[in-house]
């Protein structure tokens, strides 16, 4: 069986930005308990892997998500990690009247961009410029939507806590999963990878595959650029 991990451990162990504590044990439990291809070697097609395959800081065009994780059969995960304490961050109002999230200090307040725009905005960049075909049937049925789902981790609290703090801005935890390092439990898979029981999508276009893998896992001269 060949590797499903890119970058793989070593190459990960070894990047000038090394991955952040909450990374490395998000993608620790990814890797242990995701299903995986067994019949799959490094000889056949990342395209045809039937199982999950797992992306570390994926260079998306200039875009660099923490952790994406994909199904060529099923569909795609984009994962957003945080390392924060939340106590010292809080919803309040910007200059301009609208609610915008901060950090403080014992000085004073930074507005910081929130993790939930941040992770829409490299699954909106994946379906309306790097593959805009399924931005396209997207537009065409709504339900598609969910092919390409947003998740957010929170290394350091736990998962009513993370819940609690943007419940008011994500309508259903069932779709968009938020959960803290209780949740890295084999029992809890389901609620971090929504479609884990899933092996086949209807809505899913496996035509797909080919471009999302360029950008998934860029040859080797761009890898290297990217990582290295």
């Given at each position: 069986m060949g590797n499903r991990l890119y970058?793989?451990?070593?190459?990960?162990?070894?990047?000038?930005?090394?991955?952040?504590?909450g990374e490395r044990h998000l993608l620790l439990f990814l890797d242990?308990?995701?299903?995986?291809?067994?019949?799959?070697?490094?000889?056949?097609?990342?395209?045809?892997y039937n199982g999950w395959l797992i992306f570390a800081q994926p260079f998306l065009n200039g875009s660099r998500p923490d952790i994406?994780?994909?199904?060529?059969?099923?569909?795609?995960?984009?994962?957003?990690?945080?390392?924060?304490?939340?106590?010292?961050?809080?919803?309040?109002?910007?200059?301009?009247?609208?609610?915008?999230l901060?950090?403080?200090?014992?000085?004073?307040?930074?507005?910081?961009?929130?993790p939930i725009r941040q992770v829409e905005h490299y699954k909106e960049k994946i379906i309306s410029q790097l593959v805009p075909i399924i931005g396209e049937l997207i537009d065409k049925d709504k339900r598609s939507y969910g092919l390409i789902k947003t998740a957010l981790y929170f290394h350091k609290v736990n998962t009513n806590d993370a819940q609690d703090f943007f419940g008011a801005r994500i309508k259903d935890f069932k779709h968009f999963p938020v959960f803290g390092y209780d949740s890295l439990h084999y029992s809890k898979l389901n609620e971090i990878v929504p479609d884990i029981h899933i092996s086949r999508s209807n809505y899913w276009d496996r035509k797909w595959n080919e471009e999302l893998i360029f950008w998934f896992n860029p040859p080797t001269t761009a890898s290297n650029r990217a990582y290295f």
């Open positions: 970058p793989s451990w070593e190459q990960l162990d070894s990047l000038n930005n090394p991955l952040t504590e242990t308990n995701l299903p995986k291809d067994k019949f799959w070697t490094k000889e056949k097609k990342l395209t045809d994406l994780i994909f199904n060529p059969f099923v569909g795609v995960v984009i994962y957003e990690v945080k390392d924060w304490n939340l106590e010292n961050y809080k919803w309040d109002k910007d200059h301009y009247g609208s609610t915008s901060f950090v403080h200090d014992k000085r004073s307040r930074y507005a910081v961009k929130s």
